[in-house]
C-alpha cells in the first residue's frame, strides 16, 4: 500500500514578491493580473490560485484543480471583509479623552 502525501494548502495575503507568480496564472488563465490586495491560495508553495479582494476577480491554474481552491479564496475573502466590518461598527469607547 502507497501512501500519497497529502497536500499543504495555504491561503495568505499576496506580497510584492508575488507578482511574477500572479502574472504567471493571469497569463495561463488568460485574464487581467490581479490589482490591489489579493490573495494567494498555495499547494505545497507553489501559487495555484489568486482573487483580488476589490473586484473578487480570480485567476487560476487552469491545469490544476482549483475549484476547491478558489472556494476557500472566498470564504478567506468573505471572513476578512466581515472582520472589516466589526472594526468600523465597534464604538470607540475608551479611546477618546474628554479634557477637563
Not at 73 to 83: D, G, N, P, V
Request: no cysteine; glycine share 4%; net charge negative.
Amino acid at each position: 500500500m502507497s501512501h500519497t502525501p497529502t497536500p499543504t494548502i495555504s491561503i495568505r495575503a499576496a506580497t510584492s514578491n508575488d507578482g511574477r507568480a500572479l502574472m504567471r496564472l493571469a497569463a495561463l488563465d488568460s485574464a487581467p493580473v490581479p490589482f490591489g490586495p489579493t490573495l494567494v491560495a498555495e499547494i505545497d508553495g507553489e501559487p495555484k490560485a489568486a482573487l483580488a479582494l476589490r473586484d473578487e476577480r480570480v485567476v487560476a491554474d487552469p491545469f490544476s484543480r482549483t475549484e476547491d481552491l478558489v472556494a476557500l479564496l472566498r470564504m478567506h475573502a468573505a471572513t476578512l471583509a466581515e472582520t472589516q466590518e466589526q472594526r468600523v461598527e465597534r464604538p470607540a469607547f475608551g479611546r477618546l479623552r474628554l479634557a477637563a
